[in-house]
């Protein structure tokens, strides 16, 4: 199916462990980005790519790592995970600056 | 720096009523403006965005308008039913001088549609 696909949906994890978000998308945006979304914080840029190798830090970077070997993928690596790290993870694309996002469904991320 | 400021939730109506979320932005430079719906347990989704001043997005019944003189962007529909029951996030994008285009999102406002 074409879109923009984040696995795994929900996930729990413990303090101190490492964990990776995945999101793919079909369309081969140029464009991709993740967004934590808390509860009195709304959503905030964590990190962002303007294409493949090209990736630059948002608002909220630290803790976090991503890639982007692939257009089409960005993973997103919570390296040693904190309980400040509970959130729900977007990942978004865009094919052009200014066109808007589309964004996936989520990933509910528990660190206990 | 840019902000967007959204009235505080949550919004009750009845179906049929008519629906204003008020949205205003302060901006370097010249933004373009975007609303956002995200349905219960669901990413956002684009309603509409207008990219310069006096410019009308519209979709799914929803308008808004890009008033660069009082710098705003209300979102409005005529008639709500119980399904656009959501939350709405108003946002802008200003480039920078990386290139980038920095999307500033509002705190969203709820809005719950009664039968």
């Known amino acids: 199916d074409a879109g923009i696909t984040q696995s795994p949906r929900y996930k729990i994890t413990e303090t101190g462990r490492q964990v990776t978000l995945m999101c793919h998308q079909t369309w081969s945006h140029s464009y991709m980005f993740w967004y934590r979304q808390d509860l009195g914080h709304g959503l905030r840029l964590i990190y962002y790519?303007?294409?493949?190798?090209?990736?630059d830090k948002g608002e909220v970077p630290d803790g976090y790592v991503v890639s982007r070997s692939k257009t089409e993928n960005f993973p997103l690596t919570l390296e040693s995970a904190t309980r400040s790290q509970t959130s729900v993870y977007f990942c978004a694309s865009s094919e052009r600056i200014g066109w808007g996002y589309t964004f996936g469904s989520g990933t509910r991320l528990t660190v206990v | 720096g840019n902000s967007v400021t959204q009235m505080e939730g949550p919004v009750t109506l009845s179906e049929e009523a008519f629906l204003t979320i008020n949205c205003t932005y302060t901006?370097?430079?010249?933004?373009?403006l975007f609303w956002y719906v995200q349905y219960p347990g669901e990413g956002l989704q684009l309603l509409l965005k207008a990219t310069k001043a006096d410019d009308k997005g519209s979709n799914k019944g929803f308008e808004a308008t890009y008033r660069k003189e009082t710098t705003s962007f209300h979102l409005e529909k005529g008639s709500v039913q119980v399904s656009d029951s959501a939350v709405y996030f108003c946002?802008?994008?200003?480039?920078?001088?990386?290139?980038?285009?920095?999307?500033?999102f509002g705190t969203g406002t709820k809005l719950q549609v009664i039968p």
């Open positions: 901006a370097t430079g010249y933004p373009s």
């Open positions: 790519s303007a294409a493949a190798d090209i990736t």
């Open positions: 946002a802008l994008s200003v480039g920078n001088s990386g290139g980038y285009q920095k999307v500033t």
